[in-house]
Nanobody
Framework: QVQLVESGGGSVQAGGSLRLSCVAS????????MAWFRQAPGKGREVVAT????????YYADSVKGRFTISEENAKNTLYLQMNGLKPEDTAIYYC??????????????????WGQGTQVTVSS
């Protein structure tokens, strides 16, 4: 049963913007924490941003602070990632993830038990 479906990836030039969406099943959307991760070629999966479903608190990786914004639209069970000022180093597959517990102050991949299939983001210089 598919529970998280990402969309919105694509190819842009440096400095451009993209908005990723993640539609979740109602059951999954009741999670305590949702997040965006990314995995660049030859590298491990890293957290990009998280949002606490109960209090709306957010966390951003230092590499995306001031450029990316995580948000949610509860009526549509949808998580977003607005990405502005994209850089070539942002090129990666971006994954949506959900965890039942509250968001950790130091989020890690192991905290999240539900994952989407990923969407490719490619930024050219």
């Amino acid at each position: 049963q598919v529970q998280l479906v990402e969309s919105g990836g694509g190819s842009v030039q440096a400095g451009g913007s993209l908005r990723l969406s993640c539609v979740a099943s109602a059951y999954t959307y009741s999670s305590g924490c949702m997040a965006w991760f990314r995995q660049a070629p030859g590298k491990g999966r890293e957290v990009v941003a998280t949002i606490g479903r109960r209090d709306g608190s957010t966390y951003y990786a230092d590499s995306v602070k001031g450029r990316f914004t995580i948000s949610e639209e509860n009526a549509k069970n949808t998580l977003y990632l607005q990405m502005n000022g994209l850089k070539p180093e942002d090129t990666a597959i971006y994954y949506c993830a959900a965890a039942w517990d509250y968001c950790s102050a130091a989020p890690a991949q192991v905290d999240f038990g539900r994952w989407g299939q990923g969407t490719q983001v490619t930024v050219s210089s």
